[in-house]
């Protein structure tokens, strides 16, 4: 059974429906990136998450349709029970969905996945969705006591029962990874509807038909590279969603930003802490340093950076439906060390500005005009 089969109790609709052509509904991400003060010693993680709650309650405030926290497990993140933080955003706001980016499923237990989800929804009045994924940092798995040779299996089995708990009905399952469930229901249901569930996704055919296989919306993570090469993945999974006979589900996209008044100020503000955290992640991975030239580059019209002022995000956005016919676009806007002050001020101008410019652009000046998207 599918979302789609359940109405929205807030909306009437399925909340992960397509859109229209005319309109891209704009959310917000973090990791909870831990910042620094003036003297350089980082702000403790229970500030940070302090700090969280006023950035969901100031994107409620300016109208944004999602706010999503990922999960992690190490010391430049602050976020490593998106649930409980969830229930907590729940009772500070009023409009706002809320959920993960993502809930690394692989190294955790799907029935209570969709137990604590299934508890925010409640919380929250039906706006809690989670975005399932294997995650492109791995320090849960040696964290629980997974093996990294088990990556794919795990995700796999954890998937298909997860998507068995979601159904609400009696769960019989059973793979390699657990011991069977014989006809055993889970609590609580959901109120009204089907807990929404997204699958992030990295960028690979394999992922996109997995997703498409469950009938699940899909959101594309763009941290490189310009957003257009991702049209043959988004092309893909509507191709196989129409296969699986899968009613269309969202299609959306995340990926880094800042705004700010000027282009030249987000810029500026931006990059000290974009070269900071892209070098220590790439140190990591075994990447070669970053440098500003790779950073203008990302920050250009098609570039995966949403850097700018209102005017230059928006354009960035709205190009987003043309190019992948995307229905939703989540800005991870905290990026490394960025404070506090400056996320809140990017927050603001994104669902007062930027929102509007979007809105402006795809209705008055038409989607798919690709002209008018990019002047």
């Known amino acids: 059974m599918s979302a789609a089969d359940v109405p929205d109790p807030a909306s009437g609709a399925n909340p992960t429906a397509p859109v229209g052509p005319d309109t891209i509904l704009l959310g ?19 500030q940070v998450l302090r700090q969280l709650l006023e950035q969901a309650e100031l994107a409620d405030e300016v109208g944004l349709h999602a706010f999503g926290v990922g999960e992690h497990h190490r010391r430049d993140f602050a976020v490593s029970a998106p649930e409980v933080f969830l229930a907590a955003a729940a009772a ?30 409640a919380i929250s009045n039906g706006r809690a969705e989670v975005m399932l994924g294997r995650g492109s940092f791995v320090e849960s798995f040696p964290l629980f006591g997974l093996d990294l040779a088990d990556y794919e299996v795990l995700f796999e089995e954890k998937l298909e029962l997860f998507d068995k708990v979601r159904a609400q009905k009696p769960v019989k399952w059973e793979g390699r990874t657990r011991r069977p469930i014989n006809g055993l229901s889970v609590y609580p249901p959901l109120e009204h509807h089907l807990l929404p569930a997204w699958i992030g996704v990295g960028g690979t055919p394999e992922s996109v038909l997995r997703c498409a296989e469950y009938g699940y919306p899909i959101i594309f993570a763009i941290i490189g590279g310009q957003p257009r090469s991702f049209g043959p993945l988004a092309d893909l999974y509507r191709e196989a969603m129409a296969k699986y006979g899968h009613p269309m589900q969202q299609v959306a996209t995340h990926s880094p930003g800042h705004v700010a008044a000027t282009d030249e100020e987000a810029r500026e503000e931006f990059f000290p802490h ?14 070669g340093p970053g440098s ?4 203008d580059y990302l920050c250009a019209p098609e ?11 928006a ?51 038409g989607a798919g005009t690709p002209q008018a998207l990019k002047e």
């Open 28 to 46: 917000l991400n973090t990791f909870g990136d831990v910042g620094l003060f003036p003297d350089g010693h980082p702000v403790p993680h229970a």
């Open 303 to 313: 570039g995966a950076l949403f850097v700018g002022s209102p005017e230059t995000v």
């Open 274 to 287: 974009w070269l900071g955290q892209r070098n220590q992640i790439g140190a990591e991975r075994g990447w």
């Open 315 to 365: 354009a960035k956005i709205a190009l987003l439906k043309e190019t992948l016919g995307a229905d939703r676009f989540d800005l991870k806007y905290s990026n490394g060390t960025l404070p506090h002050a400056a996320m809140m001020r990017s927050i603001e101008l994104f669902g007062t500005e930027v929102a509007l410019r979007v809105a402006a652009l795809l209705a008055g000046r």
């Open 92 to 121: 500070r706001t009023k409009k706002i969905r809320l959920g993960s980016a993502v809930t690394v499923l692989s190294s955790d237990d799907p029935i209570r996945v969709f137990q604590r989800f299934a508890t925010v929804d």
């Open 292 to 295: 500003r030239a790779e950073f």
